[in-house]
């Protein structure tokens, strides 16, 4: 089965960091990868779509990359309604999958 | 702006059946697939089933094939989740979530724009 490994499962940053979020998969899933952010009861939205792709009127600090296995998020500067759960997932195909998540606090 | 809003959850026994139902606005629905996704209260998610815009293709998740059934109604725009055979493991909030165009699933994602509707399955 597929899966995904988020790193770091959490952090702490200040207002203005630069913040990055690793999604390795355990397969290829040829650029296939989206991300999500969700705040507490809410649910999850799309930020990022197929690796780097920024979702319409997603902020443009929100930006995402791959380099060789591993897919990233960076948040260029840090705002406090950022803080939340982030989530990976792969669409290569229908046995969809999203990674454990990465909970981002404020320092 | 895209709304979503679910219904339908409650508390359950094992083996019951439940229906969610989700009321889609702000955006033309028979344009776009539709899918479920489940969240265990203070846990992951975990993608339940889509079906195209045209209801031609569905597909489910291995944990809840034969047991759940998506639908959608694109005069009604909303789009349903048939649950039978309730398990404990089934216990979960339900989000509805629309995916980025009408057919393809590959490259799919699933944009929950509702609070979701709690499942408990519980004797």
């Known amino acids: 089965d597929m899966q995904l490994t988020q790193s770091p499962s959490s952090l702490s940053a200040s207002i203005g960091d630069r913040v990055t979020i690793t999604c390795r998969p355990s397969?290829?899933?040829?650029?296939?990868l989206n991300w999500y952010h969700q705040r507490p009861g809410e649910g999850p939205k799309v930020l990022i779509y197929a690796t780097n792709l920024l979702k319409s009127g997603v902020p443009s600090r929100f930006s995402g990359t791959v380099s060789g296995a591993d897919f990233s998020l960076t948040i260029a500067s840090l705002q406090p309604e950022d803080v939340g759960i982030y989530y990976c997932?792969?669409?290569?195909?229908?046995?969809?999958?999203f990674g454990q998540g990465t909970k981002l606090e404020i320092k | 702006e895209v709304q979503l809003v679910e219904s339908g959850g409650g508390v359950v026994q094992p083996g019951r059946s439940l229906r969610l139902s989700c009321a889609a606005s702000g955006f033309t629905f028979e344009d776009y697939a539709m899918h479920w996704v489940r969240q265990v209260p203070g846990k992951g998610l975990e993608w339940v089933a889509g079906?195209?815009?045209?209801?031609?293709?569905?597909v489910y998740a291995d944990s809840v094939k034969g047991r759940f059934t998506i639908s959608r109604d694109n005069a009604k725009n909303s789009v349903y989740l048939e649950m039978n055979g309730l398990r404990s493991e089934d216990t979960a909030l339900y989000y509805c979530?629309?995916?980025?165009?009408?057919?393809?699933?590959?490259?799919?994602?699933?944009?929950?724009r509702g609070q979701g509707t709690l499942v408990t399955v519980s004797s």
């Open positions: 979530a629309k995916d980025k165009d009408g057919s393809s699933f590959t490259g799919s994602y699933f944009d929950c």
């Open positions: 079906l195209e815009w045209n209801s031609r293709r569905i």
């Open positions: 397969q290829s899933i040829n650029g296939y």
């Open positions: 997932q792969q669409s290569y195909n229908t046995l969809y999958t």
